[in-house]
Every structure is written in structure tokens, then in C-alpha cells.
């Protein structure tokens, strides 16, 4: 299937990076004080921020309300290669990068998009997932009978979106779309199967995820978009951790194991 060749690239783009110096904390600048990292390792856990309404990269279970997903199992790892434990915050997703920057979370792990504006403020991980974003519709919708060819298409129907998401600002760029932003991914699939908004535009496993699936189409697909972790800018200890979790997580056979556990049986 695509992902296989999807999840062999990231690989691939790993490797090449140890060349290029992603792993290297040197390439940084320095910090006053104490690191993240030191900070972590001392307090003896890792606050990892995420917004628990997106399975299957995170949602909550019921009963218990326990926060679960890929993302939750991929930050574990890193807490358990820095060897402290795990504590996930949730709150919205459009809340998650002004609490990085404020230090009331370490890292942000919610399916959130690597984007250049992103990267100003916050520091990437390499890519741990990519996705194709999607534009669904109910199966029985008269407005679109067809697939569309482009966002523009969208031009006066009353579009939902995860607010503080990429999605969110493609389609604000586009006049004449009625956006609608979400702070529960949740709450607008709802909204989607009982007509209330006309479409929604999504990260393609969360479809896959729904409940609902089943009313739904596909009218658009975007190419395939790269997923990071974030974390604060100049902390190069913490982000070689991050990274090196993940690296070693596809030398292991770990990842693979993780995705076909959420996403299905995609890489063998």
C-alpha cells in the first residue's frame, strides 16, 4: 500500500539527516540555565500536550477517560528514553503551541502538521507520519455528487475544520467559503453526518476512525503532508531525544508494530 513507501521515505529522510546534522545539539544555540531536558529529568516526568478528540492519534477512552492513540505510544517512547515518566495534558488543539512556548507542556504530540510559520515559533521534530488531508462529505449530499478538483470548489458551502489547524488556513485563504472552526474534531464529524455543515476538511485516518465512516465520502486529497512533535526553540538536548526516540523506533520494528496497531496492517 502507499504508506509502505510513505513510512520507507521517512526512513530514508532519517538517515540522511544524521548526515546533515538534525542529531547534532552543537547546531543550536546555547540556553541559560538549566535545559529542558535537565528540567525534565529532575522533576522526573514529561507534560506532553495534545488535543484528545482526534482518533486514532488521540482520543479518550469511555469509560475512565483515559487518553489514548499512535501519538500517546510515540511520546512514551521518548519519555522512556529520557527514563521518565509520561503525563498527558489535553486541551484544545489551537491552545497547544502558546503552551509550549509558555513551558506549561514540553512537547506538543496532536497529528499536528509541520508548517514553516509553525516552525518560527516552535522547534520540529523530524517527520514521525504523514497524511493526506481530505474534503468529506455525506454519501447522500446533492451538492456534490462527484469528486472536486480543487479547495475552490467549496466557494459558498458552510466547510468545518479543526481550528488552529493548516486546514483551517488554506480554506480561510479561499473567499467565499463559510468556515467553520472546531476545537473538537468530535464534534464536527457530527455536525457532518447530521447536515449541519455541508463538509469537512480532515486528516484522512480520521475518517478512517469515525464512527460514522460509512455516511461519508471523499470529494478531495491533498498530496501527502509531513506530521512533527513540537517542542521550544533552542532546547537541542530535548529535540535530539525526541528525535533519536523516533529514529530508533524504526531501527527496532517498534514503529511499524505501532502503526499497523492504529492505523491497520499498512507496512508489511
Do not use: H
Not at 502558546?98 to 521534530?125: F, H, K, N, V
Not at 526516540?245 to 514503529?255: L, P
Amino acid at each position: 500500500m502507499k504508506r509502505e513507501f510513505v513510512v520507507l521515505g521517512m526512513v530514508i529522510c532519517i538517515g540522511l539527516g544524521f548526515g546533515v546534522g538534525w542529531f547534532i545539539p552543537g547546531l543550536f544555540a546555547p540556553t541559560e540555565g538549566p535545559s529542558l531536558l535537565e528540567r525534565i529529568e529532575s522533576r522526573g516526568y514529561f507534560l506532553v500536550g495534545t488535543s484528545a478528540d482526534y482518533p486514532p492519534f488521540e482520543n479518550k477512552t469511555y469509560p475512565g477517560a483515559q487518553i489514548v492513540g499512535f501519538d500517546i505510544n510515540i511520546s512514551l517512547l521518548i519519555a522512556n528514553e529520557i527514563g521518565v515518566s509520561l503525563q498527558m495534558v489535553d486541551m484544545d488543539f489551537d491552545a497547544l503551541i502558546g503552551a509550549c512556548r509558555a513551558g506549561q507542556i514540553d512537547m506538543i504530540a496532536a497529528a499536528m502538521t509541520y508548517d514553516p510559520t509553525r516552525a518560527d515559533e516552535l522547534a520540529a521534530s523530524i517527520t514521525y507520519f504523514t497524511v493526506t488531508q481530505i474534503v468529506v462529505v455525506r454519501n447522500d449530499s446533492v451538492d456534490f455528487l462527484d469528486p472536486i478538483t480543487s479547495l475552490d470548489n467549496l466557494t459558498t458551502f458552510d466547510v468545518g475544520c479543526q481550528s488552529g489547524t493548516v486546514m483551517q488556513t488554506e480554506l480561510e485563504a479561499i473567499a467565499g467559503i463559510n468556515v467553520f472552526p472546531y476545537a473538537r474534531a468530535d464534534l464536527m464529524m457530527q455536525d457532518v453526518v447530521n447536515g449541519i455543515l455541508d463538509a469537512v476538511y480532515i486528516d484522512g485516518p480520521i475518517l478512517d476512525a469515525s464512527p460514522d465512516k460509512e455516511d461519508l465520502k471523499i470529494i478531495y486529497s491533498s498530496d501527502e503532508e509531513p506530521l512533527a512533535l513540537w517542542t521550544q526553540l533552542n532546547e537541542p538536548e530535548l529535540l535530539y531525544e525526541i528525535n533519536d526516540a523516533i529514529f530508533k523506533a524504526y531501527q527496532s520494528g517498534v514503529y511499524a508494530e505501532l502503526v499497523n496497531f492504529w492505523f491497520g496492517n499498512v507496512t508489511t
